[in-house]
C-alpha cells in the first residue's frame, strides 16, 4: 500500500521570503501523481500543483514549484515570495495512474505553514 | 461551472441519531470520492462512484454508512447509528475520468459532523 509522510507538522515563514516543504512517499508503482493541495482555515482544498512521475521536468505554478526525486520518493514543495494569504495547510497526495485504478488521493496528515507580516 | 457544493455545512447530532449528507458535483464530472478528514490528519478515502455505479468502498466504511448516487448526478452519505467516532469533516471531490487517469479532483467545502 502506499503511504505519504509529511515530517513538517508546522512551518513558518515570513512574508516575501521562501520557504519548502516536504513530503516523502512510498509506493512500489513506477507510474503515478502527486499533488500539493492547499486548505485554507474553513474554507475548502483546493489544488497547488501536481506533478506527472513519467515527466523529469519539475511542475511550476508562478510562485509554486516543485523538486520532484523520483529515486529517493521525495516530493516537495517551495513557496516564493510568500504572501499572507499562503497561510493554510497544505496536503501531498499521492495517486496511482491508469485506469484500472479507484484513482483515490492519498495524503499525509498536512503542514500548517503560518505566514509573519 | 459552480463547483462541488456540500449541504449541509455544519450538522450537530445526538448519538444513534441517522444523519445524511449531500453532494453535488461538477455536472460533467462521472467520478465523486467520498473522504473523512478527522482533526489534524489528511483525508481519507471511503468511496467512489463512477456515474452511478459505486466500485470501491474502504474499510472505514463500516455497514452503518451507506452512500447513494442515483443518476450519476449527486450523492448522498448517510450515517445510521451514529457514533461520537463519527465526528469529523466529510469531504466530496468530483473529477473527469478521462485517458490519462491523472485528472484533478476538485473539492467541496466538507460538511462537519458534531456527534454529542
Known amino acids: 500500500a502506499q503511504t505519504v509522510t509529511q515530517s513538517q507538522p508546522e512551518m513558518s515563514v515570513q512574508e516575501a521570503e521562501t520557504v519548502t516543504l516536504s513530503c516523502t512517499y512510498d509506493t512500489s508503482e513506477s507510474d503515478y ?19 506527472e512521475a513519467y515527466k523529469q521536468q519539475n511542475a511550476t505554478e508562478n ?16 513557496i516564493s515570495d510568500s504572501q499572507l494569504g499562503d497561510a493554510a495547510m497544505y496536503f501531498c497526495a499521492y495517486r496511482s495512474r491508469g485506469g484500472g485504478s479507484q484513482g483515490n488521493l492519498i495524503f499525509g496528515k498536512g503542514t500548517k505553514l ?4 | 461551472d459552480t463547483g462541488v457544493s456540500q449541504d449541509p455545512r455544519h450538522k450537530i447530532t445526538k448519538r444513534g441519531q441517522n444523519v445524511t449528507f449531500r453532494c453535488d458535483p461538477i455536472s460533467e464530472h ?8 478527522t482533526l489534524g490528519q489528511g483525508p481519507e478515502f471511503l468511496t467512489y462512484f463512477q456515474n452511478e455505479a459505486q466500485l470501491e468502498k474502504s474499510r472505514l466504511l463500516s455497514d452503518r454508512f451507506s ?36 485528472e484533478t479532483q476538485y473539492f467541496g467545502p466538507g460538511t462537519r459532523l458534531l456527534v454529542l
Open chain 2, 30 to 37: 462521472n467520478r465523486l470520492y467520498w473522504y473523512r478528514q
Open chain 1, 114 to 117: 503560518s505566514v509573519k507580516p
Open chain 1, 33 to 51: 501523481y502527486l499533488f500539493w493541495y492547499k486548505q485554507p482555515p474553513s474554507r475548502q482544498m483546493i489544488l497547488v500543483i501536481r506533478q
Open chain 2, 67 to 102: 452512500a447513494e448516487r442515483p443518476k450519476g448526478s449527486f450523492s448522498t452519505l448517510e450515517i445510521q447509528r451514529t457514533e461520537q467516532g463519527d465526528s469529523a469533516m466529510y469531504l466530496c471531490a468530483s473529477t473527469s475520468l478521462g485517458p490519462t487517469g491523472g
Open chain 1, 63 to 78: 510562485r509554486f514549484s516543485v523538486n520532484f526525486q523520483k529515486a529517493a520518493k521525495s516530493f516537495s514543495l517551495k
